[in-house]
C-alpha cells in the first residue's frame, strides 16, 4: 500500500471549466475596455462630491497622468472648475434620480459624448458608471458639411442668376411698358391742356383729367411690379435677411414661385393652397430658396403626361408641414437614399448641379426643420417640409 498522501479536491470538472469561462470573460471584457475608443468609469457620488472608483487605462491619453492617479480623486481635482462643477452636479443628478444622462462636454479643444446612468450593489449601494466617447472629428466633419453647403446654396445663387434675369426680364418689361406709355400720355395731355387753343381740354376738360389719373395710377402700379419684381431677385441672389428672422409662408412662396418661373415648362401647372399659418422661423431669403429649389425639382420631374404641382401646408403643434406634391416621372427606388447628396442627380449633364434638395436640407435643418421624400418611380413625388413657428408667433 502506497503511504503517499492522498490529496482531495472539491471542485469538480464542470465547476472549474465554468470558472475557467468566467476567468476569460473577466479577461475579454477587461481587454475591450483597454483597446476600445471608449473611455470607461465607475464613480462614487455622495456628500456633494462625485469621485472615481475605477476607470480605463486610456484616461491617460486625455489627461496626461496614469489611472492609478485618478482613484479616489473628485472632478474638482481632475479637471477645470467650470468643467468639473457641471460633472459633478450631472452626477448627483442621475445617482439621484436614477435616470440615463446623455452629455457632450468639451475639454482641452476636444469634444466628448458621455452616458452615465446610476448602478446599484448588491447592499443597495447607487454608484455612477459610465463611458465617454471622443467625438471631435465627427463634429468637424459635420461642420465641414454644413460649411459644404453652405458655399453650394451661394454657388447655386450665383449660377443661377443668369437664368433668373432672363425668365424675369419679360415680366419686368410688361409693366415697365405701362409705366412709360402712362407718362408719355400724362405728358401729352398736359401739354394739351397749356395751349388755350385746344378744344379738347375746352370741352371735355373733366374727362380728360380722368384718363390723366388713370393713366398715371397704372403708371404707379407698374412701377410698384418692377420694384417687387427687383425685390425678388435682390433677396434671392444677394441672399439678403430679414431682421426679424421671421417669415410669412405664403409671402415666401408667392417670391419663391416667381424666382423658380424659368423652370416651368409647358404641361406643368402650379396650385398653392396654404392657409392661414403663424409665421414660422427664418429670414425670407433662406425661405424663398428652400422652395425655390423645390419647386424648380418639381417643375423638372416632368415626364410624358401633364405635370401637377401641388403645394399644401398644415400645423402640426409648433411646428408648419408644408408638401410639396408633383405627378412626374417619380424616383426609382434605388436612387431614393442618395437623392440629399450634395452634387448627386438623375438629370442629364447641364441639366442640373445636383444641389438643389441638398441645399434645401441645409437650410431647413439650419432653422431647426427637416426634409424629407417619398417617391413612387412613374406616379410622382412628395416633399415635405417641416419648419418650426417662430417665437413669439400663436400656433
Do not use: W
Given at each position: 500500500m502506497s503511504s503517499e498522501p492522498v490529496v482531495s479536491s472539491n471542485v469538480k470538472p464542470g465547476q472549474a471549466t465554468l470558472e475557467a469561462a468566467r476567468r476569460e470573460a473577466a479577461e475579454?471584457?477587461?481587454?475591450?475596455?483597454?483597446?476600445?475608443?471608449?473611455?470607461?468609469?465607475?464613480?462614487?457620488?455622495?456628500?456633494?462630491?462625485?469621485?472615481?472608483?475605477?476607470?480605463?487605462?486610456?484616461?491617460?491619453?486625455?489627461?496626461?497622468?496614469?489611472?492609478?492617479?485618478?482613484?479616489?480623486?473628485?472632478?474638482?481635482?481632475?479637471?477645470?472648475a467650470e468643467l468639473a462643477a457641471k460633472m459633478t452636479a450631472d452626477d448627483l443628478a442621475v445617482v439621484g434620480g436614477g435616470e440615463v444622462l446623455h452629455v457632450e462636454e468639451?475639454?482641452?479643444?476636444?469634444?466628448?459624448?458621455?452616458?452615465?446612468?446610476?448602478?446599484v450593489l448588491g447592499d443597495r449601494r447607487t454608484l455612477l458608471a459610465g463611458y465617454t466617447i471622443d467625438i471631435t472629428e465627427q463634429r468637424r466633419a459635420e461642420a465641414d458639411r454644413r460649411e459644404l453647403l453652405v458655399r453650394s446654396a451661394r454657388s447655386e445663387r450665383t449660377a443661377a442668376l443668369g437664368t433668373l434675369a432672363a425668365g424675369m426680364s419679360h415680366q419686368i418689361n410688361?409693366?415697365?411698358?405701362?409705366?412709360?406709355?402712362?407718362?408719355?400720355?400724362?405728358?401729352?395731355?398736359?401739354?394739351?391742356?397749356?395751349?388755350?387753343?385746344?378744344?379738347?381740354w375746352r370741352a371735355h376738360g373733366e374727362a380728360r383729367q380722368a384718363e390723366v389719373e388713370e393713366a398715371l395710377r397704372e403708371a404707379e402700379e407698374g412701377a410698384?411690379?418692377?420694384?417687387?419684381?427687383?425685390?425678388?431677385?435682390?433677396?434671392?441672389?444677394?441672399?439678403?435677411?430679414?431682421?426679424?428672422?421671421?417669415?410669412?409662408?405664403?409671402?415666401?412662396?408667392e417670391r419663391a414661385a416667381k424666382v423658380a418661373a424659368h423652370a416651368l415648362a409647358g404641361g406643368t401647372t402650379l396650385t398653392i393652397a396654404l392657409p392661414d399659418l403663424p409665421p414660422v422661423a427664418g429670414s425670407q431669403a433662406e425661405l424663398i430658396q428652400l422652395f425655390a429649389c423645390l419647386l424648380v425639382n418639381a417643375y423638372q420631374a416632368k415626364g410624358d403626361g401633364p405635370n401637377r404641382v401641388r403645394v399644401?401646408?398644415?400645423?402640426?403643434?409648433?411646428?408648419?408641414?408644408?408638401?410639396?406634391?408633383?405627378?412626374?416621372n417619380g424616383i426609382p427606388a434605388e436612387?431614393?437614399?442618395?437623392?440629399?447628396?450634395?452634387?448627386?442627380?438623375?438629370?442629364?449633364?447641364?441639366?442640373?448641379?445636383?444641389?438643389?434638395?441638398?441645399?434645401?436640407?441645409?437650410?431647413?435643418?439650419?432653422?431647426?426643420?427637416s426634409v424629407e421624400l417619398q417617391s413612387t418611380q412613374g406616379q410622382g413625388t412628395t416633399v415635405t417640409v417641416t419648419l418650426p413657428v417662430a417665437d413669439g408667433s400663436s400656433g
Open positions: 475579454m471584457l477587461s481587454l475591450f475596455i483597454q483597446r476600445s475608443p471608449i473611455y470607461a468609469y465607475i464613480k462614487e457620488v455622495s456628500g456633494g462630491e462625485s469621485r472615481v472608483l475605477h476607470a480605463s487605462e486610456n484616461y491617460r491619453q486625455m489627461l496626461g497622468i496614469p489611472v492609478a492617479e485618478m482613484i479616489d480623486k473628485s472632478m474638482e481635482e481632475l479637471f477645470p468639451e475639454l482641452a479643444g476636444r469634444t466628448y459624448a458621455s452616458v452615465k446612468f446610476p448602478i410688361n409693366p415697365l411698358t405701362y409705366v412709360i406709355a402712362g407718362i408719355a400720355f400724362a405728358r401729352e395731355q398736359l401739354e394739351a391742356a397749356r395751349n388755350p387753343g385746344h378744344s379738347a410698384h411690379r418692377v420694384k417687387d419684381l427687383v425685390a425678388d431677385l435682390c433677396a434671392f441672389a444677394l441672399g439678403q435677411r430679414s431682421t426679424d428672422a421671421s417669415c410669412d409662408l405664403p409671402s415666401a412662396f399644401t401646408a398644415e400645423l402640426r403643434g409648433r411646428k408648419v408641414v408644408v408638401s410639396i406634391s408633383d405627378t412626374g436612387v431614393l437614399p442618395k437623392v440629399f447628396l450634395p452634387f448627386f442627380t438623375t438629370r442629364a449633364i447641364g441639366q442640373g448641379k445636383g444641389l438643389g434638395l441638398s441645399v434645401a436640407l441645409g437650410i431647413a435643418q439650419g432653422l431647426g426643420g
